[in-house]
């Protein structure tokens, strides 16, 4: 198994490509336009690491599920990088409008609860990027709905919050709190009532997670750290010690039997 740490900054081509996709996006409901800038300008440099690492990793042209596709800004950049993409979503008619204009297939599914509506080994690449730390359901069902639709071979990108991260360390050290870059436990479990869906249940350490796809039937060939700190005493000790980052990418791989 690889560990790799990523630059702190995504490259050029791909912020300009998540860039341009941001400016063709918006949601159905107005009330929701509040949050869907605030995500754009949160999210778009960490989407834009995702799409390098899509870019170095996965072939274009190959068939690629995105998993958790609203609000379509992943979605849309692989699209318009030549991934023939398809996006899953718990509530992809919160953005009817724009899948219809920008013809990408969307398909609707909770992914906690349904199968995944697709046959045996889909699929050659799997993003499946912050999710994890919100399913609290099954996570071994939604997994293995995973492994299943992924061709023998294909690959899965996962990633979420680095619970054993510097933050994670100090939140739990000094504010008494077991998440790393999440609110509290209430706050998370509140987005149930007025998005629909879960905050983050839990976060988890790279063992934790590494363990966890390989009891599901991955092999994990890359762990990447990513991220990085606005203080500068903390980015430093993140430069040094690639393991505190607040975030981590797992490359997997369905074995070819």
């Known amino acids: 198994m690889n560990f790799e740490s990523q630059s702190f900054q995504p490259s050029a081509e791909s912020m300009r ?6 400016k063709t996006l918006s949601p159905e409901d107005r009330s929701l336009s509040a949050l869907h800038d605030s995500y754009i300008a949160n999210h778009k440099s960490r989407i834009a690491s995702d799409l390098d690492i899509a870019r170095e990793r996965v072939r274009q042209d190959s068939a690629v599920l995105e998993v958790g596709s609203v609000p379509l800004l992943f979605t849309a950049a692989l699209s318009a990088s030549n991934y023939n993409v398809t996006g899953i979503d718990i509530a992809p008619e919160r953005y009817k409008t724009t899948i219809e204009k ?3 297939a969307v398909i609707k599914c909770d992914i906690e609860r349904e199968k995944l509506p697709f046959t045996d080994n889909s699929f050659d ?3 499946f990027n912050e999710l994890f730390e919100h399913l609290r359901i099954n996570p071994i069902f939604t997994l293995s709905e995973v492994l299943r639709v992924m061709r023998p071979g294909g690959s899965l990108m996962l990633s979420s919050p ?3 991260s510097l933050e994670g360390i100090l939140n739990f050290l000094i504010r008494n709190r077991a ?3 999440s609110g509290n436990t209430y706050a998370e479990y509140q987005k149930l009532e007025r998005l629909g869906h879960m905050g983050h249940v839990r976060e988890y350490t790279t063992r934790e997670v590494i363990e966890f796809l390989e009891n599901v039937g991955f092999v994990v060939v890359t762990v990447i750290y990513r991220g990085g700190f606005n203080a ?3 980015q430093l000790m993140a430069r040094l010690f690639p393991g505190l980052r607040p ?10 039997q």
């Open 17 to 22: 490509i998540v860039e341009d996709c941001a």
């Open 102 to 104: 920008t013809g990408i």
């Open 125 to 127: 690449a799997i993003f």
């Open 162 to 164: 680095n619970l054993r």
């Open 179 to 181: 998440f790393s870059c």
């Open 232 to 234: 500068g005493v903390k």
């Open 247 to 256: 975030f981590v990418s797992y490359v997997a791989e369905k074995p070819r």
